[in-house]
């Protein structure tokens, strides 16, 4: 052969790649099928899932006071690294403070699974099930029947626990947990029962008995909340905005909904709540000291009229009216910062420093009025007496005037906070599911389902390391290949059918026009100048391996041999596992084993075939000595005795790196050929089958690659009609 036929092992053949791709289509097809078969049953079991949004606003705390104050230096100071003002509120917007009086509010803590509800009931079910949250009850809905859950508090040994509920009857259920009934109760009414693990509170009610059980579950908190979570989502719409979004997802519209609306009412609740705090601190104080400085006002008056109804009118020296106008300064500047105290209470701890100052402030006012009590002693009797009545009265009445005024200005105060936030958007239920999208997951079906089939294809064929061209057998091992016979589809679907059956049809007999038929046809002028220099006219088809095809191409090239009005005698050599008679639609015996035993005679296994000038002999039964039975002298005088009544004797034989049965045979034989399959026979094979040959002192003629694939293989087969086509009759 010359060089252009010589093939290079680091070049990929792209348009034998496309070939190959083509011929495995029907591999390509199934995955894709499959895939969209996939897509449908998922589609089938999958709920729809829908979402809804929110929009909150986060409004900047500080008052316009300081906004006109900073002016520009405040939008310097925001841009240089200040962090947005929703990055606190998304934070508590994903907190149990809020998610956990929602959970709560909605019993969203309380979970119900249909137990009949597995993956192979929803694919052939119509049945459609719901569960009903709000603030009352969880209600179960099944084909127009239902039970609602109206409280269900257990022991915390049982959070998180699948519990199984079962309806005895229409008036009685019953607990399960691990196969052991753990509690009873009364439909329709609250039962209360304590145990080992503690209280138990729970009402269930219906009017129809379930025949399924059902699974419910209370979850602790904190998997509440991150059940929760799971389809809740958060955060800011832009940079330092300041608009929060919120989105929640699930099966039931309306409930997301609900849900959703809760989350907004009760963080907006909060949001006042805690802007008030302050506001509410205070009152508390000023309502605790009102009472008492209204009854100390009015203790005081009496006291003092009864004083001046006694000594008449006394008038109060300049220094007397000093010192009472300093007590009183002293005592209102106490009640302020006992107020002030009350406000900072709200945001610090006491160990703050502001509340140590006002501490420290409320220690030095209390000092300076202890030594003004005491200057105030050293005044004359009746002087004295009427200062402090006087000062008692005027320094309440002070005081009552001053905290009534607050009060009613931290009561418009609260009435009208609004705290920072507002919301924008609340939750519309929605309309269409964002999940699962239909036309998306079918059409990535059909792109799954065609990658993994390419995939599958190009790993085939990357696994097929086997001989895939006729040259690399001429280069590599110095042989003639007489013909590459191509796939046939209509032999290959026959054989699929009737491999189990007793008879397999002769292509070159049913469909003598198929290519591979024509490709054998094409080899008849080369044996016959193989046979011209040959010791006899006897052919030995063999092979490397099983599977390979040998009874295929040993079947119908004596076909075509008889067709060619040739005397042939097909013998099936393979004394362990031939299957020729299956071809002739006979039986295994009598045969060969039992002309070479002497149990019958040339005559009795010698049987005439439906095709004309076609003789074929079987192999018999297996004596457990085929290759004693073939190297003994009665089977050298048969053949040739045989080799004087036909034309051509074809020897289908064993493989020849599995038994000797081959080796043996082909010392007897004129010519011999080897069949490599396409794709499957390793070039090393063929090199081990040939060497088996030279040490019995054999030559091999050539090789016939079978199996050629008709699209991937069709250089090959072309190749096969150049070599032959000059010699062909």
């Avoid at 039986?587 to 084993?593: D, H, N």
């Amino acid at each position: 052969m010359n060089q252009n036929s010589k093939t290079n092992d680091d070049t990929i053949d792209l348009k034998e790649l496309f070939f190959s791709l083509i011929a495995q289509w029907k591999v390509i097809a199934l995955c894709v099928i499959l895939s969209l078969i996939c897509a449908l049953l998922y589609l089938r079991i999958t709920p729809e899932t829908y979402s809804t949004d929110a929009m909150i606003l986060v409004e900047d705390g500080k008052s316009a006071a300081s906004a006109a104050l900073l002016g520009q230096l405040g939008s310097l100071a925001g841009s240089a690294g200040q962090k947005s003002p929703a990055d606190a509120e998304i934070e508590i917007l994903n907190s149990r403070l809020i998610l956990g009086q929602v959970i709560k509010s909605l019993n969203l803590n309380i979970n119900i699974k249909d137990n009949q509800d597995g993956l192979f009931h929803r694919l052939i079910s119509q049945d459609k099930t719901k569960l009903i949250y709000n603030t009352n009850s969880v209600t179960f809905e099944k084909n127009q029947t239902s039970f609602s859950i109206k409280q269900f508090e257990i022991p915390e040994y049982y959070l998180d626990k699948p519990l199984t509920l079962s309806f005895i009857n229409q008036n009685q259920f019953s607990l399960s947990y691990k196969d052991n009934i753990i509690f009873q109760g009364s439909l329709n009414q609250l039962n209360i029962k304590s145990d080992t693990k503690g209280l138990w509170k729970i009402k269930i009610s219906s009017q129809s008995s379930f025949k399924q059980s059902f699974t419910l579950t209370k979850l602790a908190l904190p998997t509440a909340v991150k059940a929760f979570q799971a389809n809740y989502a958060i955060g800011e719409r832009g940079k330092m905005t300041g608009v929060i979004g919120l989105s929640y997802s699930g099966h039931d519209k309306e409930q997301i909904t609900q849900v959703l609306n809760n989350v907004l009412a009760v963080y907006h609740a909060q949001n006042i709540e805690r802007k008030s705090l302050e506001s509410k601190q205070t009152l508390g104080f000023l309502d605790k000291q009102l009472p008492e400085l209204k009854q100390q006002l009015e203790e005081s008056e009496i006291k003092f009229n009864k004083f001046r109804e006694q000594y008449n009118t006394v008038d109060v020296t300049q220094e007397s009216e000093l010192m009472l106008k300093q007590n009183i300064e002293l005592e209102k500047m106490k009640i302020e910062l006992k107020q002030k105290q009350a406000e900072f209470s709200a945001k610090y701890t006491p160990d703050h420093p502001l509340m140590a100052e006002i501490n420290a402030q409320l220690s030095s006012l209390d000092k300076k009025s202890n030594e003004l009590s005491q200057a105030i002693k050293r005044l004359p009797e009746t002087q004295r007496l009427y200062l402090q009545l006087y000062r008692d009265v005027k320094v309440n009445t002070e005081l009552y005037t001053s905290l009534l005024n607050s009060y009613q200005q931290l009561k418009i105060s609260k009435a009208g906070e609004i705290g920072n936030v507002r919301i924008i958007d609340t939750a519309v239920e929605p309309v269409k599911p964002i999940k699962p999208r239909k036309l998306i997951v079918l059409i990535l079906s059909i792109f799954v389902g065609g990658f993994i089939g390419v995939f599958i294809a190009l790993l085939r064929n990357i696994l097929r390391t086997g001989i895939k061209d006729s040259a690399q057998i001429e280069n590599e091992l110095d042989l003639p290949v007489y013909a590459t016979v191509p796939r046939s589809p209509i032999q290959e679907s026959r054989v699929q059918l009737l491999k189990k059956k007793k008879s397999i049809p002769i292509l070159a007999v049913k469909n003598s026009e198929d290519v591979a038929i024509e490709s054998l046809r094409s080899i008849r002028t080369t044996i016959h100048f193989a046979l011209a220099n040959a010791k006899n006219n006897i052919i030995t088809i063999s092979g490397p391996a099983p599977e390979i095809g040998k009874s295929f191409i040993s079947t119908n090239l004596a076909a075509i041999f008889a067709q060619g009005n040739k005397r042939v005698l097909l013998i099936d050599a393979d004394l362990r596992r031939g299957y020729l008679h299956k071809y002739f639609d006979r039986e295994v015996s009598p045969g060969l084993t039992e002309l070479l035993s002497s149990k019958n005679s040339l005559e009795q296994v010698i049987t005439k075939t439906e095709v004309t000038n076609l003789d074929f002999m079987a192999r018999g039964k297996n004596l457990g000595n085929p290759s004693e039975m073939l190297s003994s002298k009665a089977f050298s005088d048969l053949l040739e005795q045989l080799s004087q009544q036909y034309d051509h004797i074809i020897m289908d034989t064993p493989p020849v790196l599995a038994v000797t049965d081959g080796i043996i045979i082909s010392q007897f034989a004129g010519v011999n050929l080897i069949v490599a399959r396409y794709a499957k026979t390793q070039i090393k094979e063929l090199e081990l089958t040939i060497a088996r040959f030279e040490q019995a002192g054999t030559k091999v003629n050539g090789v016939i690659l079978n199996d050629i694939q008709s699209i991937a293989g069709s250089t090959n087969y072309n190749y096969a009609y150049a070599y032959t086509s000059h010699k062909d009759d």
